[in-house]
């Protein structure tokens, strides 16, 4: 069996309705093998509008249901989500191919954000306020918002819609979901996991969670509708900016979860075999196809050769191949594309003047499989400070901690960072006002692989959105100062006088 097989037979046992499948859409592929299968229906533009008006409907029942019933609805995705877990993990790996523990890890991350949401669910808090007028009383209340679309990547196929869906439907708002074009099977498993959870709800309204499936026109239709406040999109920043002008055109609100550029700074003092394996990790797990992917190694000169020599070690033994074998560390990009764009940054870095240490090239196998590479660089050059989604680390060289600073901001993202240091004024400098500019910074710990508890996103071409954990829940809802008057006067604030 192929792997595009094995996935439509993961599909039918998770109950996806056979109709789901047509001849001609978006055609069935994996990047396991190369495999294709078929191909799965596309929305039409009247399907997109039919969508938006079903959301709108379920609205107005949704906003009535008290928060915590709200909860109790993501409490069952949860544990629909855990009877799941294996296919629906399977599957991710077949569609987007992450090892089978990344695989398990990404509906890890949805059935904990199910267990936060369901928590967050009766901590929809506001403030009580003084009124500066007698006998007043004023609060200030989170209401729901209205339906949100999230717009997702193929890299985390699932997770980053349970980030948002958990969330919003605790806060009372519908969700319509637009997948990746190049991962539509997992949304749809995903949608028939759902389908069980408002079941054994019993009287969700109809359109409360709905998946359009289709390329960056569903997205764009999306956008621009006026009838969906919240557009929460995670992607490149390419596609970030179309759709902030596309919602900011017609004032609406927009989260947005786009590229990194994302480095690390190792300080003489650093633990190198702690930085050695956090290094390997952040750059080369899901074949560098992650958010948050390690990118830029900034190693203080003293220490550099050590460190380079153990890490062309580490990445010359490093398993790659079937992301569903055990052992496997490395699978394949997510298709041919990828491995251009990979080919082509290699190529671009040593014009501008880098060497490769290790890597770059293929693995011969059916799929998208290429050698994870390093690359030594003298400056952050163009292609350096350019995203490329592939596991490619640049690696650059520094005398002092403040130009190793200077050198992680001096990108145009600012998702994630870290420094490893043993030197505390090293690690609180970094964590400083005059410190990394992004939206995570870690110390001794890599840039990947963030935990739910804590907001997630980042800063400047990242876009700025923050999602998840802390207080993220307040993007999906509105946020209304109330003011009571319970005396039998009505005093006007700021001592202005008006009477009739
Ligand atoms: P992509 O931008 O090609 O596509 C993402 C989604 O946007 C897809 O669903 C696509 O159909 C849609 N889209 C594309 N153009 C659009 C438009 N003009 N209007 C509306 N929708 C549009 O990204 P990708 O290749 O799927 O994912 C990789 C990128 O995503 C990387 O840049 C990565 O860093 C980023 N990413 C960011 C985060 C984060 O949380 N910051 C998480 C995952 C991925």
Redesign the pocket.
């Known amino acids: 069996m192929t792997a595009a097989d094995d996935a439509r037979a993961i599909l039918s046992r998770l109950g996806v309705p056979a109709g789901v499948f047509t001849p001609t859409g978006l055609p069935i592929r994996s990047p396991v093998d190369g495999s294709t299968g078929g191909a799965v229906r596309t929305a039409k533009p009247d399907d997109v509008d039919r969508a938006i008006a079903g959301a709108t409907m379920a609205f107005d029942a949704w906003r009535r249901v008290p928060a915590p019933r709200r909860g109790e609805l993501v409490r069952l995705l949860g544990v629909e989500l855990r009877a799941a877990k294996a296919d629906l993990a399977a599957l991710v790996t077949l569609e987007a191919g992450k090892i089978a523990s990344e695989g398990l890890g990404e509906v890890q991350e949805m059935i904990d954000i199910c267990d936060f949401a369901v928590g967050l669910s009766r901590q929809l808090y506001g403030l009580t306020l003084p009124s500066e007028r007698p006998g007043h009383h004023m609060r200030e209340t989170w209401q729901p918002l209205g339906p949100v679309a999230v717009?997702?990547?193929?890299?985390?196929p699932v997770a980053?819609w349970a980030w948002n869906a958990a969330l919003a439907l605790v806060c009372g708002d519908p969700v319509i979901w637009?997948?990746?074009?190049?991962t539509p099977l997992t949304a749809l498993a995903t949608h028939a996991v759902v389908e069980r959870a408002l079941a054994r709800f019993g009287d969700a309204p109809d359109g409360l969670l709905q998946v359009v499936i289709g390329?960056?026109e569903v997205?764009?239709a999306l956008?621009a509708d006026p009838r969906v406040p919240l557009v929460s999109?995670?992607?490149?920043?390419?596609?970030g900016r179309?759709?902030a002008q596309s919602v900011a055109a017609r004032l609406g609100r927009s989260l947005l979860?786009?590229?990194?550029n994302n480095a690390m700074i190792v300080t003489p003092s650093a633990d190198l075999d702690m930085a050695v394996g956090a290094i390997a990790f952040s750059a080369v797990g899901t074949c560098g196809q992650r958010?948050t992917t390690l990118r830029r190694l900034l190693v203080h000169e003293d220490i550099a050769e050590t460190l380079i020599a153990r890490l062309a070690e580490a990445y010359d033994s490093l398993p790659i191949g079937d992301p569903r074998d055990d052992g496997v560390l490395v699978g394949p990009l997510i298709d041919d594309a990828a491995t251009h764009a990979f080919d082509a940054a290699l190529a671009r870095a040593v014009e501008e003047g880098g060497t490769i240490v290790t890597g770059g090239g293929r693995v011969e196998r059916a799929g998208a499989y290429v050698r994870p590479a390093i690359v030594r660089m003298s400056a952050q050059s163009p292609v350096v400070m350019h995203?490329t989604?592939a596991p490619i680390l640049y690696v650059l060289t520094w005398r002092d901690f403040n130009e190793a600073v200077e050198l992680q901001n001096a990108v145009p993202q600012g998702?994630s960072s870290c420094v490893f240091t043993d030197s505390v004024r090293e690690a609180e400098q970094f964590l400083s006002a005059w410190g990394s500019d992004c939206g995570i910074a870690n110390v001794n710990i890599g840039p990947s692989g963030a935990e739910i508890g804590g907001a997630?996103?980042?800063e400047k071409d990242?876009g700025g959105g923050r999602e998840s954990g802390s207080d993220a829940w307040k993007a999906y809802m509105r946020r209304q100062t109330q003011t009571v008057n319970f005396s039998s006067a009505l005093p006007l604030a700021q001592g202005v006088r008006f009477e009739v």
């Open positions: 717009i997702s990547a193929f890299n985390f980053v637009k997948p990746s074009e190049k390329g960056r997205g764009e956008a999109a995670t992607g490149s920043t390419r596609m179309a759709v979860e786009l590229g990194g958010c995203e989604f998702l997630f996103g980042g990242t």
